[in-house]
Structure formats: C-alpha cells, structure tokens
C-alpha cells in the first residue's frame, strides 16, 4: 500500500525557514519522481518543485527558486523540501507527491503559515 506522509510543517514569522519532510512507502522510491505542491486558501493547488527518481535533477516553480530547495535520500525513502525567507504568499498546505510508471501518489498534506 503506498503511503506519503508529510511533516515538519507549522507556524513562522516571516523571513523564517522550515523544512518538510515526506516520508515514502509502498512503491519503488528510487523510480519515483518525487514533487512538492501547495494550496493556499481559495486557490487551486500549484505545483512547487520536482525531483527526478533516476537523476536527481530539480525543477522549481518561479515563486519558489532561489529560496527552496528539494532533496531526497533514497535510503531513507524520503524527500524534503527546505523553505527558506517565507513570505505570507507561502502560507498554504503542502502536498508531498510521487509520480512513477504505475501512477501519482499524494500524501495529506501538512499546513504551513507564515505570519507574524
């Protein structure tokens, strides 16, 4: 059964930095595109970053790049997303997601808001 599961979410000032984690079961992780994305209040959910399973290689969303950044260990079967300078427009629930040949996987979410 697959299973993602986030955490490390909560309430910052802004300017702050928190770090997600999600962690991953139930399917073949390393294979696995693994991605970020958020939904603030009213909105429709957008995505925020990707990993690739095989390289590696990152992509993120113009509103995040620069200030966040998605790692995994494929070890561990996790992938984080660190979030540094937060601003209020970061205030959503974050989705941690999997994508591999037999489909997409999301977790439930963790909320985060930035407010002072």
């Known amino acids: 059964q697959v299973q993602l599961v986030e955490s490390g979410g909560g309430l910052v000032q802004p300017g702050g930095s928190l770090r997600l984690s999600c962690a991953a079961s139930?399917?073949?992780?390393?294979?696995?595109?693994m991605s970020w994305h958020r939904q603030a209040p009213g909105k429709e959910r957008e995505w925020v970053a990707t990993?690739?399973?095989?390289?590696?290689?990152?992509n993120y969303a113009d509103a995040v790049k620069g200030r966040f950044t998605i790692s995994k260990d494929n070890a561990k079967n996790m992938v984080y997303l660190q979030m540094n300078t937060l601003t209020p427009d970061d205030t959503a629930v974050y989705y941690c997601?999997?994508?591999?040949?037999?489909?997409?996987?999301w977790g439930r979410g963790t909320q985060v808001t930035v407010s002072s």
């Open positions: 139930g399917f073949t992780f390393s294979n696995s595109a």
């Open positions: 990993i690739t399973g095989s390289s590696g290689r990152t």
């Open positions: 997601k999997a994508t591999n040949s037999v489909g997409n996987y």
